[in-house]
């Protein structure tokens, strides 16, 4: 230890006195190991970003979002698929003890755990070790979790109906009158919840595509057919004629027909 000249005494401290004051040392004095922020490290970043960028924006190109036709609240047809982030939490509420009368143990409570079991991690793991082979416990959640997640998102993606999913959402041009008292009154309240809110498809088969004789449908909305329940009692038979003529006389327009029809109403 110095002693006598060169030492300051503060309290009962010792401490060394320095001619010049301390300044953070030069990056010149590390070549190799440091940069100057302004213009190499910065430049670095923007190329990092745009590299990024330009990529996102060839991927957003080459696989465009898709486009689906205008949403309807009544149109319960309609099946929605969350993104894939969230396809695993979809399939767990497709399961016996989290869906129907569960919904709320799948949907709120096997969730809720899960998210505050992570909030509280620094607290309930109070080991001090770093490395995942000395914390078995901690270790062990992490790999089920993640095996989990990977499981249930690869079934749903697997056992989904991708066809249905494309049919439901896809645009179809049609000489349907939305403003017709039949679709309004009759359609819109007993065929929408099955066929799509436009009747071009969802649990229940496309209304539109096919030519469809009007005694055909008649007789379908009377009897039923399939998953098809019977309207015989529910509707009259007047009531059961007006829907059989409006859907028989639905067609597939294109796109350049359906915009001048609305334009010339």
């Not at 509280?120 to 062990?140: C, F, I, M, Q, Y």
């Amino acid at each position: 230890m110095k002693r006598g000249k060169g030492l300051t005494f503060v309290g009962d401290s010792r401490i060394q006195k320095y001619e010049k004051p301390k300044l953070n040392r030069d990056y010149s004095e590390f070549p190799g190991r440091t940069e100057e922020f302004w213009p190499d490290f910065l430049l670095k970043e923007w190329i990092t970003g745009a590299v990024f960028l330009i990529g996102f924006l060839c991927l957003t190109v080459a696989h465009p979002a898709p486009l689906e036709r205008i949403a309807d609240p009544t149109d319960t047809g309609y099946i929605p698929l969350p993104d894939w982030y969230f396809l695993f939490l979809y399939q767990i509420l497709k399961y016996t003890y989290a869906s129907g009368p569960f919904n709320i143990l799948g949907a709120i409570i096997m969730p809720g755990i899960a998210f505050t079991a992570l909030l509280l991690a620094p607290w309930l793991d109070g080991v001090k070790e770093r490395h995942w082979k000395k914390r078995p416990v901690a270790t062990g959640l992490m790999l089920v979790s993640i095996a989990i997640i990977f499981y249930t998102t690869w079934e749903s993606v697997a056992y989904h109906d991708w066809d249905q999913q494309h049919q439901q959402g896809q645009i179809t041009f049609s000489n349907l009158d939305a403003d017709d008292p039949v679709f309004n009154e009759l359609i819109r309240t007993n065929c929408t919840s099955c066929h799509g809110g436009e009747l071009a498809g969802g649990s229940g088969p496309d209304l539109i595509a096919p030519e469809l004789a009007p005694e055909a449908v008649e007789a379908f909305v009377t009897n039923g057919s399939g998953d098809m329940p019977a309207f015989e009692g529910q509707l009259t038979e007047d009531e059961i004629s007006q829907i059989a003529e409006f859907v028989a006389g639905l067609e597939e327009v294109s796109a350049d027909e359906a915009t001048n029809t609305e334009s010339a109403e």
